[in-house]
């Protein structure tokens, strides 16, 4: 099982569902020449692509082109279903820094065939993360500043603020169809700026308030 500290104590989450969202970013979904959605676009990776420490980003064999994708990761900490926005923070314990790193060559071509595109996001080390800030610390989620680099250059300057979705409306929708566990990562989405990584780049994720990650791109041999 997967764990995730919680910063400045000694408790860690472990990992259960990882739920992520598309197009959450107007720009981003414009960059990717797809319109905003009506409401929110839900897909998952296995707890299995989490990786934290130093840890590498391998880009797989299948892929030649894989991009980063800086998120705000919300961590729950209590059990719920059918989860009302007014009661949505008291199902969190924290927030975390988190990739979504997309091998968008197969991405891309899945998109055309109209098939599903799980290998082109839940492979293994698709999913870099931070400790854990608690939401103790975090008084305002939608109004934090994000910022991914590759090799020094900033390729992403975004703020959580500009998100379609707010977290409580994200909640209370996963909630509906999904009951919501104890250890559970929504990936809330990306701003614009995504683009390619190659073995060797160093990718540096931050959020201000809350963390920063840095991880080295290699190729599958």
Same mark, same amino acid.
């Given at each position: 099982?997967?764990?995730?500290?919680?910063?400045?104590?000694? &408790?860690?989450? &472990?990992?259960?569902?990882?739920? $992520?969202? %598309?197009?959450?970013?107007?720009?981003?979904? +414009?960059?990717?020449?797809?319109?905003?959605?009506? @409401?929110?676009?839900?897909?998952?990776?296995?707890?299995?692509?989490?990786?934290? %420490?130093?840890?590498?980003?391998?880009?797989?064999?299948?892929? +030649?082109?894989?991009?980063? &994708?800086?998120?705000?990761?919300?961590?729950?900490?209590?059990?719920?279903?059918?989860?009302?926005?007014? !009661?949505?923070?008291?199902?969190?314990? =924290?927030?975390?820094?988190?990739?979504?790193?997309?091998?968008?060559?197969? @991405?891309?071509?899945?998109? +055309?065939?109209?098939?599903?595109?799980?290998?082109? !996001?839940?492979?293994?080390?698709?999913?870099?993360?931070?400790?854990?800030?608690?939401?103790?610390?975090?008084?305002?989620?939608?109004?934090?500043?994000?910022? $991914? /680099?590759? *090799? %020094?250059?900033?390729? @992403? *300057?975004?703020?959580?603020?500009?998100? #379609?979705?707010?977290?409580? @409306?994200?909640?209370?929708?996963? /909630?509906?169809?999904?009951?919501?566990?104890?250890?559970?990562?929504?990936?809330?989405?990306?701003?614009?700026?995504?683009?390619?990584?190659?073995? =060797?780049?160093?990718?540096?994720?931050?959020?201000?308030? #809350? %963390?920063?990650?840095?991880?080295?791109?290699?190729?599958? +041999?």
């Amino acid at each position: 099982m997967k764990k995730i500290k919680i910063i400045d104590t000694n &408790e860690y989450v &472990e990992v259960r569902k990882i739920l $992520c969202l %598309g197009r959450n970013y107007a720009e981003h979904a +414009k960059e990717m020449n797809a319109t905003a959605p009506k @409401q929110p676009v839900i897909f998952m990776k296995p707890a299995t692509a989490i990786i934290n %420490g130093d840890g590498k980003i391998v880009r797989p064999l299948i892929s +030649k082109e894989m991009h980063h &994708e800086i998120e705000l990761v919300v961590v729950i900490g209590k059990d719920g279903k059918n989860i009302p926005q007014e !009661k949505a923070y008291e199902h969190i314990v =924290g927030y975390a820094v988190g990739l979504d790193m997309t091998l968008r060559d197969l @991405q891309s071509e899945a998109k +055309k065939q109209g098939l599903p595109w799980t290998l082109a !996001k839940g492979f293994d080390t698709s999913a870099p993360i931070s400790d854990i800030a608690s939401i103790s610390n975090i008084p305002n989620p939608h109004n934090l500043r994000m910022i $991914c /680099s590759v *090799n %020094g250059e900033v390729r @992403q *300057n975004g703020n959580t603020g500009n998100m #379609i979705f707010s977290i409580p @409306q994200i909640i209370e929708f996963i /909630s509906k169809y999904i009951s919501l566990e104890k250890g559970d990562l929504i990936f809330t989405g990306t701003p614009e700026g995504v683009s390619e990584v190659k073995p =060797g780049d160093i990718i540096e994720a931050e959020i201000v308030g #809350i %963390g920063k990650i840095t991880h080295e791109v290699a190729g599958e +041999k």
